[in-house]
């Protein structure tokens, strides 16, 4: 595996803003602004005809602004242009004489804040120190233009429980994916998560998704004109002080399609126009800790040699084409706070009554907790075998999986914990992999 590839793979799952596949020209607020030490990750690629693009760091996020930072790749001149820009004048052009990437190859540009100025690292290697020339802490917003493909935008940020408002630039699409990572409190009594059409409490708010602890339930609404609409509040109610949650809020052209901790929870039909959508807020008791924004691929990215979900719900179902010796399947998500089983099939096509090649099923409710290994051809079920390391499995803990296939058998590698299942069945037949149960998925994919 490449180098820059893992430095992605962490990215993904650090807290922060991630966007997917977001349309360009592309904007965004900055949340908490540029600090030293932050990073600020994009995987890209350019099309054939590509000539050039831009990555600024703006003091507003006016297109005219005041630019902190200006990363210019130039196709037509093999370079790498970096300037500044004050008072609609541009400064003194500092060049690298090179340009580490080509059109139609999947690249990664990591550019750190640091008190000295911004640091260029492209495929994890270092490219260049651009010196500060206006303070860091005026920058407020990224903006990206010209011939590019945002594959992710990973903005780093740890301390994002201290912010609450995350800017939606250009409104909510249909098919876009809003999922948010947060913390009930420990006194929790309710919180709220608003859509909202604008930066002041007194706009209108096309979704009101708000728990309210005391009467156990959760009522979505919308505030029009000063005025707040007929409240829906059915379905359960799945939130705890102190506990984790996950809102996945779907945009469809009939509403908003809402899950929780993976599970769909509701429908909620638009009442105002979702274009007009321009915040998301978090109010109340609770604290968010991750956002991703995922937009629907719009375009057939080039060969890369990786296949890949995001944050997909379980059950999860991953199309892996060619997976045959030299191949390995990743899985990093958390396992549910009170656990009973989940299971990693490798099997013959996308149905449960496949054929599988593997099957990894850890269970938590069968007394001690144990990893039985197997294989099923024909609808039968062969011999189990058990995972003979230690159970390296935590309730309400994160974990990372990796399974090799060899050409002997599939290497297991379990935080750390290392176990070889051996070929029953040919395992070219493998195409896909199915997981489900009390997980929750962060990436999953083949490399």
């Known amino acids: ?26 904007e965004s607020n900055i949340p908490g602004g540029l600090v030293d030490g932050r990073k600020i990750f994009l995987h890209a690629f350019c099309p054939s005809d590509a000539s050039r693009f831009s990555v600024n760091f703006q003091v507003t996020s ?24 004050t008072s609609d004048e541009w400064g003194g052009e500092e060049r690298t004489g090179k340009l580490p990437f080509r059109q ?30 206006i303070p860091y802490d005026k920058v407020t917003s990224i903006r990206i233009e010209g011939d590019i493909n945002i594959i ?56 009101h998704f708000n728990p309210r602890a005391g009467a156990n339930e959760v009522v ?10 007929d409240e829906e509040k059915d379905g359960d109610f799945p939130f705890s002080p102190g506990e984790e949650f996950t809102i996945c809020i779907e945009a469809l052209v009939q509403g908003f399609k809402v899950r929780v901790r993976g599970s769909e929870f509701t429908m909620y039909n ?10 998301l807020v978090l109010g109340g008791d609770a604290k968010l800790g991750d956002v991703r924004i995922e937009n629907p691929c719009c375009t057939e990215l080039p060969a890369f040699e990786r296949i890949e979900l995001i944050e997909p719900p379980t059950p999860a179902k991953l199309d892996m084409k060619d997976f045959k010796p030299g191949c390995t399947l990743n899985v990093i998500g958390k396992v549910h706070e009170d656990p009973l ?37 024909g609808g039968d079920w062969a011999d189990e075998e058990m995972w003979s390391e230690a159970f390296p499995f935590q309730a309400d803990c994160g974990f990372e999986i990796s399974i090799i296939c060899e050409n002997d058998g599939y290497r297991i590698i379990i935080n750390g914990f290392e176990q070889i299942f051996k070929h029953r069945i040919d395992c070219c037949k493998v195409s896909h992999a199915f997981i489900n149960g009390c997980v929750d998925l962060r990436c999953v994919r083949v490399c």
Request: contains cysteine; proline residues 4%.
């Open 62 to 85: 006016d297109a005219a602004s005041d630019i902190a930072f200006h990363l210019n790749p130039r196709f037509d001149e093999g370079d790498v242009v970096m300037n500044s820009r």
């Open 1 to 26: 595996m490449s180098g820059w590839i893992k430095v992605l793979d962490n990215a993904v799952i650090e807290k922060g803003i991630h966007f997917s596949y977001s349309k360009v020209p592309f």
């Open 270 to 279: 638009h009442r105002l126009p979702m274009q007009r959508i321009c915040n």
């Open 220 to 229: 979505r609404n919308s505030y029009i004109s000063g005025s707040w609409g």
């Open 341 to 377: 089983r989940f299971k990693i099939n490798l099997q013959s096509g996308p149905d449960e009554e496949n054929d599988i090649m593997l099957h990894i099923n850890p269970r938590w409710d069968q007394g001690e907790p144990k990893i039985v290994l197997n294989s099923r051809e």
């Open 152 to 207: 992710g935008l990973h903005i780093l940020n740890n301390e994002l429980r201290n912010q609450n408002k995350i800017p939606i630039a250009g409104g909510v699409d249909v098919n876009q994916c809003y999922t948010i990572f947060g913390r009930c409190n420990s006194d929790f009594s309710g919180f709220y998560l608003n859509l909202q059409c604008g930066n002041s409490d007194e706009d209108d708010i096309a979704l």
């Open 104 to 133: 139609m190859s999947q690249f990664l540009i990591c550019i750190t804040t640091l008190q000295q100025g911004y640091e260029v690292e492209i495929n994890d290697e270092y490219m260049a120190v651009f010196d500060h020339r």
